[in-house]
């Protein structure tokens, strides 16, 4: 049998090959790789063979055209246990019906509804700021993005809410880091304080959740949010039924876990890098003041105001929330002329692509403006901070209506600017965060 030819790449003998170089500094180890082996890179982390693409070719190949040799990586999979079939976790025929089911939520009509609330939420967080109070803006932002999936999933207000949907919600999410742990399958068999407590907030989250689902089906009413889309939804290409209980349980936890922490990743570095160019800050006020004068931003207002939308895609170029994509190989198969053998993980980095010379000029400037002129010669996948294919982002639309309302409402009054000079350090964790979080003042517009 011919030897299998392994692409360019660090060769590091140690048992644990480059796993502790990767686990280091990811970002710099991945940018190390790009610069040193170009489009198709191959490392050893312990005995996990991993092939990281570098090209938007390559990126397409994976995504798009060779998607189905693919599954989602382990780290995914083991969110499983908590967020059963949902969409970010379920694979082949079953992804694609549930994808169909769950689109609709995500309709013109229903963001429309969607926006309004947005709105509305932003407008009560940004009348807590006061004068030249030092807020932590991730927190913060973390705080309204969450405040707002609660309100467009099932209308609940997460933050007064307490004793219902929010306190189920908050252990959810004290949950998820838990489940990301290497072992944590065999954790939730153990009988420690710990791992009861854990398990014990997952049955009064699954319990709120079907109380909501019930009383929901039981009125048949429709108040307009994405639970109630869900529970309309009928399978119109295939046998035209619709999701059972355990399916909108499940889609439900997926778009909460989903919906909220990267949009407020992406919003916390677009206030850093606002801080840190006033003439970016001072353009984007002008057309805030032109476009709205003393409206609050609507639907309507967000075509009408590009530079804001701008802004938050030029933030997520140089800070993607969604720092990698990782998918793991079914089958064995050929990329770039070499074998890629079944159960390899393929490596892709929105961050890296999106600071690549190749494809971006000045990569590392925060530079608006690029996106007012379309350049023919970037290759789409230069450029994929929603991933692509068939498991593109879903919430999307969504999130871009998000971040530029948000922008909107928040920069009508305030301002921010940097409350330390630390330089700031960056933490690739689930999302791009800033290590240690971020520290903004406040000051009035007027
Ligand atoms: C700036 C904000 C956001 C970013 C950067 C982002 C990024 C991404 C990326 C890169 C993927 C693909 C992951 C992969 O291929 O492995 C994804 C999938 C997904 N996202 Fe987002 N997302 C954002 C906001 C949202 C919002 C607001 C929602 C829902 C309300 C959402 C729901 C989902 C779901 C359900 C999936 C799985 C889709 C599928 O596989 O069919 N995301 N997101």
Not at 179 to 186: A, E, G, R, T
Request: hydrophobic letters at 40%; a neutral charge; aromatic letters at 10%.
């Amino acid at each position: 049998m011919a030897r299998l030819v392994r692409p360019p790449g660090p060769r590091v003998r140690s048992l644990g090959g480059s796993f502790s170089a990767f686990r280091a500094d990811p970002l710099g180890f991945l940018t190390r790789c790009t610069e040193d082996y170009g489009d198709l890179c191959y490392f050893r982390a312990g005995h996990q063979h991993m092939y990281f693409l570098n090209s938007p070719a390559l990126v397409q190949e994976a995504l798009v055209t060779k998607n189905a040799a693919f599954m989602k990586s382990r780290i995914l999979q083991r969110a499983k246990s908590l967020l059963g079939e949902g969409l970010l976790t379920n694979e082949g025929a079953s992804h694609l019906r549930q994808r169909r089911l769950v689109q609709p939520a995500f309709h013109r009509d229903r963001l429309k509804r969607y926006a309004t609330d947005m709105s509305a939420l932003a407008i009560r967080s940004r009348a807590r700021y006061a004068d030249g109070a030092v807020v932590d803006i991730d927190r913060e932002m973390m705080r309204l993005t969450l405040a707002i999936v609660g309100r467009t999933l099932f209308s609940a207000d997460v933050e007064e809410d307490a004793p219902t949907v929010g306190e189920a919600m908050n252990a959810l999410l004290e949950m998820m880091p838990v489940l990301m742990f290497p072992l944590s399958q065999y954790l939730q068999y153990l009988p420690i304080p710990f791992m009861r407590r854990f398990m014990k907030a997952g049955e009064t989250l699954d319990k709120t959740i079907y109380r909501i689902i019930n009383e929901r089906r039981a009125s048949g009413e429709d108040t307009g949010d994405l639970l109630s889309t869900m529970l309309a939804s009928r399978d119109t290409e295939g046998d035209h039924s619709g999701m059972t209980d355990k399916q909108v349980r499940d889609e439900t936890l997926t778009l909460f876990i989903a919906g909220h922490e990267t949009t407020a990743t992406a919003l916390t570095w677009a206030w850093y890098l606002l801080a840190e160019h006033p003439e970016v800050e001072a353009k984007m006020h002008r057309e805030l003041d032109e476009v709205l004068g003393d409206r609050e931003p609507t639907f309507e207002d967000v075509p009408f105001l590009p530079y804001t939308g701008h802004v938050f895609g030029e933030t997520m170029r140089l800070y993607p929330p969604a720092w990698a994509i990782g998918r793991m190989a079914t089958m064995d198969l050929e990329i770039a002329g070499y074998q890629i053998p079944r159960k390899s993980i393929v490596l892709l980095s929105p961050y890296t692509m999106h600071r690549s010379p190749k494809y971006w000029p000045e990569p590392d400037r925060f530079l608006p403006e690029r996106w007012e002129t379309e350049d023919p010669d970037r290759p789409k996948f230069a450029y994929y901070p929603f991933g692509g294919g068939p498991r593109l982002c879903i919430g999307e639309r969504f999130a871009w209506m998000e971040g530029v309302i948000i922008l909107a409402a928040l920069a009508r009054k305030w301002r921010f600017r940097r409350a330390d000079a630390a330089p700031v350090q960056l933490a690739p964790l689930l999302t791009l965060r800033a290590k240690g979080g971020l520290r903004l003042r406040a000051e009035p517009r007027y």
